[in-house]
């Protein structure tokens, strides 16, 4: 049995992990983190202190699915007690991730950082790197529900990330292109563009444009329900146990 504890389990994607780790045979569920105490986990052994979470439950794996500006300390606190963190809480930056992956070394601990679980996502991302090898230019439009508290998203940034290792940093548009209004252009990432749509219904898309003379090509993903990232939340729970580095990204999971 995987001994897990989940912070964030009222949240959109907290609450599909738990009924993920209760449905899931080798899975046992020993704790989790609330930022209060309510009725609606009371059968559960509920923590409001992280460090009283690790400290009484012993976990193998703790699960974080909370806010941008908890994720670092979570997961740092998470490594302290010597437990194995799958992250899908977006907001980390490269910074955090350096951090991370050192202390991870120091300590032989895996984590893994998800920006996106689900598999089609996943594929997106790949094919874009694959893409930028020969069209370099191109624009990310992501598009979230509007309660989402990052901008742009994680898998957004992981996106580029990857675009960028065959795409040579370079301006795109007119060399002498003007905001009228700020923001108009989106995001510049080494000249690759990015916007951020949020608009109520929506749950999680992208897409990735490739534009060349009399061309383009589109790649689109869409995540329909919160069912689509738990695969890939159960995939990274047994992966991080036979970890013992940082990993940041899905991709480097699957072949
Ligand atoms: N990697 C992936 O594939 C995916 C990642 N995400 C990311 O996951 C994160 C969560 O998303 P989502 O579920 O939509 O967000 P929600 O806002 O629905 O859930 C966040 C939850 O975290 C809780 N929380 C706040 N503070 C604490 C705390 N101190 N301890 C424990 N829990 C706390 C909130 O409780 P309260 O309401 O009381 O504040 C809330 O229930 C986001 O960063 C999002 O970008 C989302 C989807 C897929
Ligand atoms: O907040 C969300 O909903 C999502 N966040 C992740 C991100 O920032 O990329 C993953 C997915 O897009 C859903």
């Known amino acids: 049995m995987i001994r897990i504890a989940l912070a964030g389990p009222r949240g959109k994607m907290?609450?599909?992990?738990?009924?993920?780790?209760?449905?899931?045979?080798?899975f046992e569920l020993v704790g989790l983190l609330d930022?209060?105490?309510?009725?609606?986990?009371?059968?559960?052994?509920?923590?409001?202190s992280i460090d009283e979470l690790f400290?009484?439950?012993?976990?193998?794996?703790?699960?974080?699915?909370?806010?941008?500006?908890?994720?670092?300390?979570?997961?740092?606190?998470?490594l302290h007690y010597g437990v194995r963190p799958v992250v899908g809480t977006t907001g980390f930056t490269e910074q955090d991730l350096k951090t991370l992956?050192?202390?991870?070394?120091?300590?032989t601990l895996g984590c893994i950082i998800a920006p996106n679980f689900s598999i089609g996502a996943i594929l997106m991302m790949k094919f874009a790197e694959q893409a930028a090898k020969y069209m370099g230019d191109v624009e990310i439009i992501e598009m979230h529900h509007n309660q989402k508290l990052d901008a742009p998203s994680g898998t957004a940034l992981k996106t580029a990330e990857l675009i960028?290792?065959?795409?040579?940093?370079?301006?795109?548009?007119?060399?002498?292109?003007?905001?009228?209004?700020?923001g108009a252009r989106g995001a510049d990432i080494d000249g690759i563009k990015l916007?951020?749509?949020?608009?109520?219904?929506?749950?999680?898309?992208?897409?990735?444009?490739?534009?060349?003379?009399?061309?383009?090509?589109?790649?689109?993903?869409?995540?329909?329900?919160?069912?689509?990232?738990?695969?890939?939340?159960?995939l990274s729970i047994r992966e991080v146990l036979k970890r013992d580095t940082c990993i940041y990204g899905l991709e480097n999971l699957i072949e």
């Open 195 to 234: 916007h951020s749509v949020r608009l109520p219904g929506l749950v999680a898309h992208q897409q990735v444009l490739f534009g060349g003379e009399g061309q383009l090509l589109t790649l689109r993903h869409d995540s329909f329900t919160r069912g689509s990232f738990m695969p890939g939340v159960a």
């Open 55 to 78: 400290l009484q439950t012993k976990p193998d794996v703790f699960v974080d699915l909370t806010t941008p500006e908890l994720a670092m300390k979570h997961t740092m606190t998470a």
């Open 14 to 26: 907290g609450k599909e992990a738990l009924e993920l780790i209760q449905n899931t045979t080798d």
């Open 164 to 182: 960028g290792r065959h795409r040579p940093s370079h301006k795109q548009g007119h060399e002498d292109e003007q905001e009228l209004l700020t």
């Open 101 to 107: 992956e050192k202390e991870c070394k120091e300590k």
């Open 35 to 48: 930022s209060r105490e309510t009725d609606a986990l009371q059968n559960y052994s509920v923590f409001t």
